[in-house]
């Protein structure tokens, strides 16, 4: 496996940090290109939606860490999540930790999920894996002969790995237009008639925050001016939902800014939303 560019997906948004990572990056990867993309910070979701839109290919190395707002795993000497080696079936290689909803949105993408055996990646305990862990491990798989690689680390399915599974609907992204991506699909039942209007619940940790009724419109282009609706937007191959206001050119709020103004809330990534 030939490594061609080196992708980071992280939620740190200190410069500090950031230099440190791309430094390491660099070590471990000489003369490639390195890109950084920054997820929601504690929103594991946000970054398992980065890398469920992307197209990864042969070449791709991505380096992916997000810390979860609610950690399930028992963290011991800042081990937390185990450190994965995802082969996704467009060809790229995917290595973090398998943290929260990480993985949860590219489990279709998935062809191979390697770990290495005896080692979850944080012998040493520190507390900054993304630079001091990940990218030597990400280079030291990538340079490692097949049959060599087939002895150290344990090879998994998608299906026999743990990833955790949605059992609800979420905020999964808010774009840089304010519309609220969510994990639902348009293609789910039951499908939302155009026109028709729809309870929409948000909640927050189990509590409901705010129910507000909404109408369903095709595309982005069929909302008024100004109007608040739930949309068919351009994410999960163009069959995602969203909450989003058309805003037009008359720079209007988009729809957390709308929604903050209009209903006293702020919706976050991560938060519930019931459509019914």
Avoid at 31 to 52: D, G, K
Avoid at 59 to 67: I, P
Avoid at 215 to 222: A, I, N, V
């Amino acid at each position: 496996m030939q490594a061609k560019r080196v992708i980071i997906i992280n939620d740190c948004f200190d410069a500090n940090a950031r230099l440190r990572i791309e430094a390491q990056v660099a070590m471990a990867f000489p003369n490639l290109p390195i890109t950084f993309y920054a997820s929601e910070p504690f929103a594991t979701l946000s970054l398992s939606f980065l890398l469920a839109e992307a197209e990864f290919t042969n070449g791709d190395v991505v380096l992916f860490n997000a810390a979860p707002r609610n950690a399930t795993q028992k963290v011991e000497g800042n081990r937390a999540g185990e450190m994965v080696f995802v082969k996704v079936k467009t060809g790229g290689l995917l290595v973090g930790p398998n943290e929260g909803y990480s993985l949860t949105l590219i489990k279709d993408q998935i062809e191979t999920i390697y770990t290495k055996r005896a080692d979850d990646g944080n012998v040493s305990g520190t507390q900054f894996r993304s630079a001091y862990v990940f990218p030597k491990a990400a280079g030291e798989f990538m340079a490692m002969p097949e049959e060599r690689r087939d002895k150290l680390y344990a090879s998994h399915t998608a299906t026999d790995y743990p990833i955790p599974v949605l059992t609800a609907d979420y905020i999964a992204w808010i774009d840089s237009f304010d519309n609220i991506k969510l994990t639902r699909r348009s293609t789910q039942e039951p499908l939302l008639q155009p026109g028709h209007e729809y309870i929409v619940r948000f909640k927050r940790d189990g509590r409901l925050v705010k129910e507000v009724r909404l109408p369903y419109r095709e595309k982005l282009t069929l909302l008024n001016n100004g109007e608040l609706g739930i949309i068919t937007g351009s994410s999960f191959g163009q069959t995602g939902l969203e909450i989003a206001r058309r805003t037009g050119v008359v720079k209007l709020p988009g729809a957390v800014a709308y929604i903050h103004e209009q209903f006293g809330f702020t919706p976050y990534v991560e938060d519930e939303v019931q459509i019914s």
